[in-house]
């Protein structure tokens, strides 16, 4: 509500939605507009919504939203990775679009020559997962990025090193998982 935004927005940093076709998005949209917070819309991008993505992203700058990351699935049904057309469509539609759209590292190169703000530190320039960042999930243990399964125990921050240093290949490895930039270089 209203009420609740102004009462959150002195203790808010940024709000990210996301949003899902079976939700009122459109209303949510429109209140964190008018709302005194900063926020932004995370979409994930699927073959059923390819079509439609430039109309999404049209409709989401009306209702005032100004920042857009698009995700891209990571996963094992087949159903929701993207085909080569579905990708050329959405590089179509962002060249359309006129606000400002993020793109999830996921994507990797798959999505050809758009622009990007940094190149990653692989040798095509890819996500960067297990060089430039890591992640330390809540179980402690070190993962190349959020979609990987398992990884190293750590108990302390010397662990995080040492396993950076002594596990860099492993790190540096793809996801075993579809939707992987660095599994599917095609």
């Known amino acids: 509500t209203e009420e609740r935004l102004a009462r959150l927005a002195p203790h808010l940093g940024e709000i990210r939605l996301s949003i899902y076709d079976d939700t009122p998005w459109p209303e949510r949209v429109a ?4 709302a005194p917070v900063t926020f932004g819309v995370n979409l994930l991008v699927t073959p059923e919504r390819v079509a439609a993505l430039g109309a999404t992203l049209h409709r989401l700058e009306a209702l005032g939203c100004r920042d857009v990351a698009l995700l891209r699935y990571v996963g094992p049904d087949t159903t929701q990775q993207l085909s ?10 962002l060249a359309r679009c006129t606000m ?11 999505l050809g020559a758009l622009p990007r703000l940094f190149d ?5 320039g890819d996500c960067g997962a297990g060089g430039e960042f890591l992640v330390l999930t809540s179980e402690r243990t070190v993962k190349q ?9 750590v108990r302390t921050a010397d ?7 002594e596990q860099r290949d492993v790190l540096r490895a ?3 998982k579809a939707g992987c930039a660095r599994a599917n270089r095609d």
């Open 84 to 93: 080569h057309a579905d990708e050329r469509r959405v590089v179509a539609a």
């Open 31 to 34: 209140a964190l507009a008018k």
């Open 120 to 124: 990653g530190d692989g040798p095509s």
């Open 159 to 165: 662990d995080v090193l040492r396993v950076y240093r």
């Open 174 to 176: 793809p996801v075993a």
């Open 100 to 110: 400002s759209v993020r793109l999830s590292v996921c994507f990797g190169d798959h």
């Open 145 to 153: 990025c959020s979609f990987a399964s398992g990884g190293p125990s």
